[in-house]
């Protein structure tokens, strides 16, 4: 399904919108965002053509909108790395009662913006946490086990639990390196540099970009490719379609 309105900007509801976990903000960066007049506008006219026009518009009801939360999360720490089982459990007591309110009748979506807040705290405490955690000597003799693919797993229970995860975590990569013949030393450094990029390019994340993945975890309630475009998100994906349809880039 694709719905295409102006109120006064081009938004659609369309193709998936790609995640943002493997980038989180840098320790130096403090990003406020918050729900814009023209943003605001935006969000009820995405819930009023949802409950108008999609053909699933009858399945979802303002009890299934807690389900945003769970998903936007997922979007946003798909590996299960950062947030806590704790972050979660808040959330839903926090937003179960007035989510779809807030949205519908408010367009208020602020709650994008504080669930990333916890998200970037979270990052960045994990990161100054690994840089610490590179300074000592690892023991790579001992038999541990390390999920490579946590999409289906739940977030750690407490912070504790999220450390053992970590380090099992630090010590595959750094074995990673190993195997490709660095030494110890070499394979730290490589490790420290990878989450010193992951730091540095969420640098120009812009609350455009969390409201785009907010809204489309409101369309996903409708069905898996129900998606909100931003303006420019969908200039891009017009742009894109052209230039396949004129053979350049196909």
Do not use: C
């Amino acid at each position: 399904m694709t719905i295409r309105i102006s109120v006064p900007r081009v938004l659609a509801l369309a193709v998936a919108f790609a995640t943002l976990a493997v980038a989180p903000l840098p320790a130096r960066t403090d990003h406020k965002f918050t729900t814009s007049p023209t943003l605001a506008l935006e969000a009820q006219y995405v819930v009023q053509l949802l409950e108008q026009a999609h053909y699933n518009r009858d399945a979802v009801t303002a009890a299934d909108y807690i389900q945003i939360i769970p998903s936007y999360m997922a979007d946003l720490d798909g590996q299960k790395l950062f947030f806590l089982n704790s972050d979660k459990l808040s959330f839903d007591e926090q937003y179960s009662k007035n989510l779809y309110w807030n949205i519908r009748q408010l367009g208020n979506i602020n709650a994008a913006y504080d669930i990333y807040g916890v998200y970037e705290t979270r990052v960045n405490e994990r990161i100054n946490w690994i840089f610490n955690e590179l300074k000592k000597d690892f023991d790579l003799t001992t038999h541990d086990t390390y999920r490579l693919d946590r999409t289906k797993s739940e977030w750690p229970a407490n912070a504790q639990a999220a450390d053992t995860l970590w380090h099992q975590r630090l010590k595959l990569e750094l074995i990673a390196e190993l195997m490709n013949k660095k030494t110890m030393d070499q394979a730290k450094e490589t490790v420290r540099k990878r989450y010193e990029r992951m730091l540095k390019n969420m640098d120009d994340v812009e609350g455009s970009d969390l409201s785009e993945l907010f809204l489309s975890n409101v369309g996903r309630l409708y069905d898996p490719h129900t998606t909100y475009f931003s303006a420019s998100t969908f200039e891009d994906f017009n742009i894109q379609m052209k230039l396949q349809l004129f053979g350049i880039g196909a």
